[in-house]
């Protein structure tokens, strides 16, 4: 059974696919499924149960009638078309935080691995990294940078990078022994060639693994940095934005809470999923069990 036949025969990767293929498919066509701009206020819908329909104010100053599948918030804005843009939000941190820390992690792992001299300089530094607590350092760095989806990006990332580090770093110091590299520096091969066409795509896979940890972790990391205020404006429509807002009439509107939960919870399901599939997968040693 070749690789691929492997992947579609794993259960967990073809559930968290079809979920994020799904929530991929909501993102991208979320100016279609949206109902309304989700940034439109009517203070005549304010806390709009469930299911309710009514004439809603538009932005040229006409009304329609409108159907709110969540429900309004205390804005009068609609929470359906809030949360589908916010899935765009969320699945663009999570894949740019991925691509971002795997990116810079390896080649400081490769780096630190192969090189002796390098090594105790990069470890050690990402050692004091990983002593500050994750979403601690985050917050300071969006503190530090501002509250724009390129700085949340970095300062998810940042917290990320020691662990891609030291992942590329164990695989390099098994590698580099390996008796292909040894008969590489035996024929002059230039060390970046050696990085790059005999290290690298040996730690390829364990790095895609990991990758879908990192978006996971900043999917949620995003969620709960707009909850706690620390995130992205309130105006731009995120998952953790929403249940921010809607916290503090809980007891009376739990959707507004329970409605982007429900995105949230799948989406970071789907991903650790996918990546422990993968793992299973591409990994031999849980191949073999």
């Known amino acids: 059974m070749n690789t691929w036949q492997q992947l579609v025969k794993n259960s967990a990767i073809r559930f968290g696919a079809i979920v994020m293929g799904i929530l991929v498919f909501v993102s991208i066509f979320a100016p279609w499924l ?10 005549s819908h304010i806390n709009t149960a469930a299911g309710e329909r009514g004439a809603f104010a538009l932005a040229d100053g006409s009304s329609a009638m409108h159907a709110f599948w ?8 609609d929470i359906y078309s809030r949360v589908l843009y916010g899935t765009r939000v969320s699945l663009l941190v999570g894949a740019s935080t991925a691509v971002l820390a795997i990116g810079i992690g390896a080649v400081l792992g490769m780096l ?6 390098l090594d105790a300089i990069f470890m050690r530094f990402m050692d004091g990294l990983m002593a500050i607590p994750s979403i601690l350092l985050a917050i300071a760095l969006v503190a530090a940078l501002g509250a724009q989806v390129w700085t949340l990006v970095v300062a998810i990332a ?24 040894e008969a590489a520096k035996a024929l002059a091969t230039p060390t970046h060639m050696i990085l790059l066409r005999h290290i690298l795509p040996n730690a390829l896979a ?19 940095l707009s909850f706690l205020g620390l995130g992205l404006p ?51 040693k849980f ?3």
């Open 34 to 43: 949206g109902t309304v701009d989700p940034s439109l206020m009517d203070s």
């Open 70 to 77: 969540f429900g309004a918030d205390s804005f009068g804005r």
């Open 112 to 117: 630190a691995g192969y090189f002796r001299v």
């Open 158 to 181: 940042i917290p990320e990078i020691p662990r891609v580090t030291r992942l590329v770093r164990s695989l390099v110091l098994t590698l580099r022994e390996e008796p292909f590299v």
């Open 206 to 224: 364990p790095l895609i693994v990991q990758g879908t940890f990192v978006a996971a972790s900043a999917v949620l990391t995003e969620a709960v």
């Open 234 to 284: 309130s105006d731009i429509p995120t998952w953790g934005n929403i249940m921010a807002e809607g916290r503090v009439q809980f007891s009376q509107y739990p959707g507004n809470v329970l409605f982007p939960a429900m995105f949230l919870v799948p989406a970071v399901l789907a991903i650790n999923l996918l990546g422990d599939g993968l793992r299973d997968v591409l990994d031999p």
């Open 287 to 289: 191949a073999k069990r």
